[in-house]
């Protein structure tokens, strides 16, 4: 898998760690010798907005946004901003899908429906490989909701289907946040792995 071309997107909203989440992907990347870049596309609103990274790997001939129908694998940090962008992933692509709902403000007010079930079956419908998981009270149980990002990325190394290690990822996590948080993010980590193993027997 090492020197495979593959791409990656993130989608969430403001305040969730997606672009955090995207470097360290491509750090874990360049760390085993591979070629990355990332890009990403920001929403009106720094926390609450739409936000989608897009991480290209071994694709130094390719443009830095993921193509509709090209993305390998698809990393929802929030149900409907993964639904709404389901058309870059392939027909091939794996999904992994944080159940946590986070309401547009016109949902809130009533100017919009947000329907968890209907965007849940949407993505079902969509997807040949597919993983939920609680990754809000996942992070919570492993000491910070803040640390959803990590729970996640745990979880997409579990697949088995990204072109690095494991241990790649989890260097990165390590290297790249502050020492005070390193056991949490750790154990984040690796609770999101789990999460998916247990779905896989």
Do not use: W
Not at 35 to 53: D, H, K, L, P
Not at 61 to 82: Q, R
Not at 136 to 153: D, I, Q, R
């Amino acid at each position: 898998m090492i020197g495979s071309k593959y791409d990656i997107l993130i989608a969430g909203v403001g305040g969730q760690g997606t672009v955090l989440a995207s470097r360290l992907i491509a750090a874990a990347a360049i760390k085993q010798g591979s070629f990355a870049r990332t890009s990403e596309t920001i929403g009106m609103s720094q926390r609450g907005g739409c936000v989608v990274s897009h991480v290209r790997i071994n694709s130094e001939m390719s443009g830095s946004i993921i193509p509709n129908y090209n993305g390998d694998m698809l990393i929802g940090f929030e149900l409907a901003e993964a639904a709404r962008n389901m058309q870059r992933l392939s027909r091939e692509g794996c999904c992994i899908i944080n159940t946590q709902v986070i309401k547009p403000v016109s949902a809130s007010l009533g100017a919009s429906q947000y329907d968890a079930e209907e965007i849940a079956g949407y993505i079902k419908d969509n997807t040949k490989e597919l993983y939920f998981i609680d990754g809000y009270e996942t992070a919570k149980k492993a000491g910070s909701v803040k640390a959803v990002n990590v729970v996640l990325l745990g979880a997409a190394a579990a697949v088995g289907k990204m072109p690095f290690s494991r241990e790649a990822i989890l260097e990165a996590i390590v290297e790249n946040v502050p020492q005070r948080f390193r056991e949490l993010n750790e154990k984040a980590f690796v609770m999101g792995f789990d999460s998916i193993l247990s779905q896989q027997k």
